[in-house]
């Protein structure tokens, strides 16, 4: 059977569920701010959202913001992360982790991430903490939560601020326990491809009443919760959401614990029909992740089971199949000019980098990105049939790998 690629019939013509999902609940929920004429950021449905979203993670404040980039860059504000102060981040991550660092004048210090989980190593964190080592950010990458046994008690022992980011993992447990609420502070992202939407928006969640409050400060212009309107007390800016974007969020959130269990379901049955496949293979599950919401599904690609075939000419012969992988990352965030040109850096901290960024090298990071292939969310949230299909892709690919190679046709040549 001929590849899609060289002129052959494609395995699958149909698209797979498209993202967002919306309906009726998103159009009324829309409606009732429309009509109800006070659209901004003090609307009714924004507590509703955060009140919601809260308990969703068993924390007692949660707070709404703009994105989640804001999110990280005001959680970092008030735990009082600043100048001349080292943050710990993965090197395999979106870069908004460390950018947000920068924004604070603080400086990011890359560690490497465990092979399977791709979230942050404990052992590689706890060789980077220096003196000036204040905070540790971990990710909870695809959705999978990272080691919080080891890098919780860590930080305690360190007396570091722990951070989750989990702009991926919405719902997502450690043992029994939601992310969000393990360190000081959680971030979560309501980006246009996240798991919950309203095309930007941002969540910070929290155990602290104290840090709760000045989260909330930060975002709405230095105010306190009792204060006047035209009290303001600290510095702050607005990074507040709107009615329109809670009221969204709030029927999204509605839809979220059954289209997580919808695309478990189909990842299990991925690893099934995975389990005698060569070439491609799946991270081991961890019997500590209580829930997995699975935003990203990470393949580890071996060209030597595919005739050779480079990653990326896989990806584009898979793609032609009508199964739209995407690689990961390119290159690891230290790799990237904004950690080179001394962008966000104070001028009392210029000359002292924590890391020379040009020259670091973090294995498992650079193999991540050299062979992982993602399956994103939204392929996961139809039927059994479409994840058959995607395994009838794969193997159509490796049975005609050796002439595609010869081939030398198309971007992957």
């Not at 809260?54 to 504000?77: D, F, K, M, Y």
């Amino acid at each position: 059977m001929s590849l899609a690629l060289l002129g052959g019939a494609p395995v699958r013509t149909r698209p797979f569920p498209a993202w967002p999902v919306y309906g009726q609940l998103e159009e009324q929920a829309l409606a009732d701010v429309l009509h109800s004429g006070f659209w901004g950021g003090y609307n009714d449905s924004i507590q509703k959202l955060e009140q919601r979203f809260a308990a969703l993670h068993q924390a007692p404040h949660a707070i709404s913001c703009a994105n989640g980039t804001v999110a990280l860059e005001v959680v970092l504000r008030a735990c009082g992360i600043g100048c001349g102060d080292e943050v710990i981040v993965p090197a395999f991550t979106f870069v908004a982790t460390a950018t947000a660092v920068l924004l604070c004048h603080a400086q990011p210090v890359f560690a490497d991430i465990e092979r399977d989980s791709l979230n942050l190593d404990p052992a590689a964190v706890a060789a980077a903490i220096t003196p000036r080592t204040r905070a540790i950010i971990a990710v909870h990458f695809g959705g999978r939560p990272a080691d919080m046994d080891s890098l919780a008690p860590l930080a305690r022992q360190r007396g570091l601020t722990l951070i989750e980011d989990a702009a991926h993992a919405h719902g997502a447990r450690w043992r029994e326990r939601p992310v969000g609420n393990f360190g000081e502070a959680g971030t979560f992202s309501f980006q246009a491809f996240k798991l919950m939407t309203a095309g930007e928006g941002g969540m910070m969640t929290t155990n602290s009443a104290p840090l709760a409050e000045r989260m909330w400060s930060y975002c709405n212009q230095g105010r306190r919760l009792q204060g006047g309107w035209f009290e303001h007390f600290t510095l702050g800016s607005n990074y507040r959401i709107t009615g329109f974007q809670a009221a969204l969020l709030c029927a999204q959130l509605e839809r979220l614990e059954e289209q997580n269990r919808r695309r478990q379901a189909n990842a299990a049955h991925l690893r099934r029909r995975l389990a005698g496949f060569t070439g491609l293979r799946l991270a081991p599950e961890d019997p500590r992740v209580g829930n997995d919401p699975h935003y990203l599904v990470t393949l580890r690609y071996d060209a030597g089971a595919f005739a050779g075939l480079p990653r990326d000419r896989f990806i584009e012969a898979v793609r032609a199949e009508g199964v739209p992988l995407v690689a990961t990352y390119p290159r690891p965030l230290y790799h990237n000019p904004v950690f080179h040109n001394g962008a966000g850096r104070c001028h009392c901290t210029a000359r002292v980098p924590p890391q020379d960024y040009r020259h670091l090298s973090l294995p498992e990071s650079e193999r991540a990105c050299r062979d992982g292939i993602w399956i994103e969310h939204h392929l996961l949230l139809g039927e059994s049939g479409d994840v058959d299909d995607m395994i009838a892709a794969f193997a159509k690919v490796q049975e005609n790998a050796a002439s595609l190679a010869r081939a030398g046709v198309g971007s992957g040549a």
